[in-house]
């Protein structure tokens, strides 16, 4: 059995990994083969008896992928698992990562789901089920609920499982973009090193989402505003039709402005993509199950395509974009 070290940047020590660090210590794993390794701003502790070891690093204030490059130094493990502080794994969560990374030295890096929790709040339950619905989360659901085994050559960072000697051949994340991070670590797994990085619906963990709108919308923007940057800067997995989908759409609805106002006997015809996108993410309400929740989650799926759609041209527009900007978020 490997030994894994699990890091885990944060900010500061908070309820969220006071919640995660009892559920690693239950994995269906030999414990004395785990650390985990956690990274806040500033020193501080953590009450409670683990069967794993623990290390606290203080970092000070910078971006995660410098957080996690710390860990990696710092790390003894075999295998290094990247999570956040937010989230919280499922048992068999290690064991079923090492299973594939036995199963061939291609293996460079291991992913799974990262499902809303059951127990999340309304508001944040909203932003979950926009990233794993039909239309919301389109062909990258796979990665907020369990789906086949696939490989993948971008995956985030908060569910990332990475051979200690890869890690060590390029160099760590070594990068200031955030979020982004994970795009830039995976691209140089595929690309520089040919190796696979496996998707597993059971390396399956947890993740608290942001409250929607505000805080959801926030994440939105970012990641829409890296997306667009990237397609210049890493179009090997960001130049991709996916990505362009929801500044069609803005452009679209912008557009029915010309039969609404100049044609009318073109607006039935013109309306007729919307009728179709409303019917389908009346759909993805639908299966909710709850009335209220699968309204919101239909404003939700809206309001998102429409920002991403925005700052997705912002970034694709920009002429640099400040990699440590993160820092100052």
Same mark, same amino acid.
């Given at each position: ?25 239950? &994995?269906?794993? %030999? ?5 985990? +390794?956690?990274?806040? @701003?500033?020193?501080? *502790? =953590?009450? !409670? ?101 696939? &490989?993948?050559? %971008? ?5 990332? +499982?990475?051979?200690? @000697?890869?890690?060590? *051949? =390029?160099? !760590? ?157």
């Amino acid at each position: 059995m490997k030994t894994v070290t699990i890091i885990i940047p944060v900010k500061e020590i908070n309820d969220y990994i006071r919640e995660s660090l009892p559920y690693i210590n239950k &994995l269906d794993y %030999d414990m004395k083969k785990v650390e985990v +390794i956690v990274l806040p @701003d500033k020193a501080d *502790k =953590i009450k !409670g008896k683990f069967k794993f070891r623990m290390k606290i690093i203080p970092t000070g204030h910078i971006y995660p992928g410098e957080k996690r490059d710390i860990g990696i130094k710092a790390s003894k493990g075999e295998i290094v698992a990247f999570i956040d502080d937010d989230v919280y794994p499922e048992k068999q969560w290690l064991k079923k990562a090492v299973e594939i990374f036995e199963s061939g030295k291609e293996v460079g890096a291991v992913g799974g789901p990262a499902a809303t929790p059951p127990h999340d709040s309304f508001l944040k339950q909203v932003s979950g089920l926009v990233y794993s619905s039909f239309t919301g989360g389109g062909g990258y659901r796979y990665r907020y609920m369990a789906e086949p085994r696939r &490989l993948v050559d %971008d995956y985030p960072s908060c569910n990332l +499982i990475i051979r200690r @000697d890869v890690l060590k *051949k =390029i160099g !760590g994340f070594n990068t200031e973009f955030w979020p982004g991070e994970d795009t830039v670590i995976c691209l140089k797994i595929v690309r520089d090193l040919k190796l696979k990085i496996v998707y597993d619906p059971e390396v399956f963990v947890y993740h608290h989402r942001r409250d929607f709108p505000a805080g959801h919308l926030k994440q939105v923007t970012s990641y829409a505003k890296h997306r667009g940057y990237f397609v210049k800067r890493f179009p090997e997995t960001s130049l991709r039709p996916g990505y362009f989908i929801p500044t069609a759409f803005d452009v679209y609805l912008l557009s029915i402005l010309y039969p609404a106002f100049l044609n009318h006997k073109l607006l039935g015809p013109w309306l007729l993509p919307l009728a179709l996108y409303l019917i389908l993410i009346s759909l993805d309400g639908i299966k909710t199950k709850s009335f209220r929740l699968g309204l919101m989650a239909m404003l939700g799926i809206f309001i998102t395509h429409m920002f991403y759609g925005v700052y997705f041209i912002k970034g694709l527009l920009s002429g640099k974009l400040k990699e440590e900007e993160a820092v100052k978020k």
